[in-house]
């Protein structure tokens, strides 16, 4: 029972969190859609770790700081690179398999969409962002729980 409670939960912020979405998509603000955004990565967060989706509930969190930082930083290859280089090591050390990929390729347009677009360019860039991490979230609720985290090696 307790499995299928915890898939409810993480079910339930998932809902949460596309809800978030919507609303920050709908923003013509980039400011309002920005912290929007913050709030919609907090639920899919916590929908990953009940799903025990290791690599996406990470990437998910540094989701929250990538934001903050492209908020301070706009246009910073620097802290690009940073946010990337920190993805990367967050996902290898969390990889559980080839259902973690589409959140890796989330991640990676989600972060130069927010640091070198503005406006209706960045809202493509991670309107293609959440298709990838669309197609993570149905292979997250499919793969099996493993002791944390299940080495790639």
């Known amino acids: 029972m307790l499995e299928g409670t915890t898939a409810m939960a993480g079910q339930f912020f998932g809902l949460v969190a596309l809800l978030l979405c919507i609303l920050a998509f709908a923003s013509k603000q980039d400011e309002r859609l ?22 996406a509930a990470a990437l998910t969190l540094l989701v929250i700081v990538r934001i903050t930082l492209a908020r301070r930083y706009p246009g910073s290859g620097k802290v690009m690179a940073g946010v990337l280089a920190a993805s990367g090591v967050a996902a290898l050390a969390t990889w559980q398999g080839w259902a973690d ?44 729980a493993a002791p944390w985290p299940r080495r790639w090696w």
């Open 34 to 55: 920005l912290v929007l955004l913050i709030s919609a990565n907090v639920a899919f967060a916590l929908q990953f770790l009940f799903l025990e989706s290791w690599t």
């Open 101 to 144: 990929l589409p959140a890796v390729v989330a991640m990676v347009l989600g972060t130069v969409g927010m640091f070198l677009l503005r406006g209706i360019p960045m809202r493509v860039m991670l309107g293609l962002a959440a298709v990838a991490w669309l197609l993570s979230h149905p292979l997250a609720s499919r793969q099996r």
